[in-house]
């Protein structure tokens, strides 16, 4: 029993030392671009990007890959792989605000560090519409109707690594309003306990066959 009680305090002391850092929110500053006008043309009649005060409706659209846009020339030379040169970007270090002009849409990148290898959770909420990138890789699109709420979409992401990453959003409005909500969290992956104690076993298992083979030498 005080066994079991042990085990207990010790899985809620690795649970807590396992809680996830925000590392993302609407304070956060990045590289902002409120410069590329409505970009509804961009995709052309029918796509993601959605004419003006609603007048290709208000549809909700989940992409399931990249759409593959061909940028305008403010968004730079190619602003995924982080080359900038010619876009309508500003500095780094830009607040972002969470309102933008109706009708128009924006963009965003976020440069962040993780120390360690990590799974990464995104919950965010656009009006209008959102395409998330890491690292240029698409990770996901979605449009509907007003509200941006926290929980609107959710995104997991397992095991990215540690060092420098980007996290790159473009922003869509068709009209009404526009909002954005965003929280990022990091939190370590750690080698869990029955896979330590696996590698402690072949540990002893090589120390015992090396010192068998001194034995027959
Ligand atoms: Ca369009
Ligand atoms: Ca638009
Ligand atoms: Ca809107």
Do not use: C
Request: aromatic fraction near 8%.
């Amino acid at each position: 029993m005080k066994l079991n009680i042990a085990i207990a305090s010790a899985l809620l002391a690795a649970s807590v030392q396992a809680q996830a850092t925000l590392i993302i929110d609407n304070s956060t500053t990045g590289l902002y671009n409120a410069g590329l006008g409505d970009l509804a043309n961009m995709d052309g009649p029918g796509g993601f990007l959605l004419g003006p005060n609603v007048s290709e409706g208000d549809p909700t659209i989940q992409l399931a890959a990249d759409p593959g846009f061909t940028f305008t020339p403010e968004f730079g030379a190619d602003w995924l792989a982080g080359d900038y040169t010619g876009g309508s970007w500003s500095a780094p270090g830009t607040a972002i605000p969470s309102t933008w002009a109706v009708n128009t849409e924006t963009a965003i990148v976020y440069d962040f560090v993780l120390g360690s290898l990590s799974d990464l959770t995104i919950d965010v909420g656009v009006d209008n519409g959102i395409v998330l990138w890491l690292d240029g890789a698409f990770l996901f699109g979605a449009t509907r109707s007003g509200g941006a709420n926290l929980n609107e979409y959710d995104i997991n992401l397992s095991a990215i690594s540690a060092g420098s990453h980007s996290l790159q959003i473009l922003r869509a409005d068709h009209g009404g309003s526009t909002g954005y909500a965003i929280e990022v969290r990091a939190e370590a992956v750690e080698v869990s306990e029955p896979a330590t104690l696996g590698l402690l076993g072949l540990g002893l298992a090589g120390l015992i066959a090396t010192r068998r083979r001194k034995q027959a030498a």
